[in-house]
């Protein structure tokens, strides 16, 4: 079957456009990221320059950084400490209605952060939890239910024959889990790792409310704080500190690419 001339000039004209309107909002922040005279404006910079990003990496946004990083990684660990110590159980005891359950955890999930953090918010005023230590365990909490189910599911695709033969041998439980689930698992634990620590590090509203002080912010809040700072927009800043922060999430990705794509071939729903 013979190409239409006119219909593929068509097609490529509107792939270029739409090409176009993609990479334009990448363009516009790596061109100013790089220019020390930043302007806001989407053109080439006449000089460029790692000022802006000095700027993001120092001071409070240095701070910033810190604390995101800090949330993050303490949210996506303690979620998959946490998601292990119970997933496993659920997986290997035939607890009656343990799918019910389950699925229960999801659907109370889909409630917005707004819509519980009223009750989130005095319960960590009545222990003393409004910081930072507060904030991951608060994300820790929302994210349970998915980090439940998808660990369960992993576990549930480790033979049970290898645990035994294991127990044969003479390992116990801790071994048993150390030496032959979790190996066995670290694809799906490094999806869940990955989703926790992305979650935890685009939240806004909970370390707002939580943090309190300026101090305490992690990048999310201060990108939001730094637009019309001192009556002035600093295009440069911004952009660089924007390219700071999504780098991270980039990071890891590329760093647990290996067990995700596994992971994410394997994750499966079981009713």
């Known amino acids: 079957m013979e190409s239409n001339p006119a219909h593929s000039r068509l097609t ?3 792939l270029a456009f739409m090409a176009l309107i993609w990479i334009s909002p990448f ?3 790596i061109l100013n990221a790089f220019n020390p005279a930043s302007t806001g404006r989407l053109e080439i910079p006449h000089s460029i320059g790692l000022d802006n990003f000095a700027l993001a990496v120092s001071g409070k946004a240095g701070i910033q950084f810190l604390n995101s990083v800090i949330i993050a990684a303490g949210t996506a660990t303690l979620s998959v400490l946490v998601g292990i110590s119970a997933a496993y159980p659920l997986s290997r005891l035939r607890i009656p209605g343990r799918n019910a359950f389950l699925w229960t955890l999801v659907l109370l999930r889909m409630l917005p ?3 519980v953090l009223v009750p989130l918010y005095f319960a960590a005023q009545r222990t003393g939890l409004l910081n930072q230590l507060g904030v991951i365990i608060a994300l820790t909490v929302l994210n349970l239910p998915f980090t439940l189910l998808l660990l369960k599911n992993f576990f549930d695709t480790v033979p049970i024959e290898l645990e035994e033969a294991a127990y044969v041998e003479g390992a116990n439980l801790f071994q048993i889990l150390t030496n032959v689930v979790l190996p066995m698992s670290r694809a799906g634990i490094a999806v869940v790792w990955f989703f ?10 909970l370390p707002l409310i939580f943090s309190r002080v300026e ?3 992690p990048m999310s809040v201060g990108l939001y704080a730094a637009f019309g700072q001192q009556g002035a927009v600093q295009y440069g800043f911004l952009a660089a500190f924007s390219i700071i922060y999504a780098a991270p999430a980039v990071g890891v990705y590329f760093l647990l690419r290996r067990n995700m794509n ?3 071939a394997g994750v499966g729903v079981k009713g």
């Open 12 to 14: 490529a004209v509107a």
């Open 27 to 29: 363009s516009w922040l």
């Open 113 to 115: 952060s707004a819509g």
């Open 196 to 205: 926790s620590f992305t979650g935890a590090w685009n939240e806004f509203l």
């Open 215 to 217: 101090s305490g912010f």
């Open 262 to 264: 596994t992971g994410f």
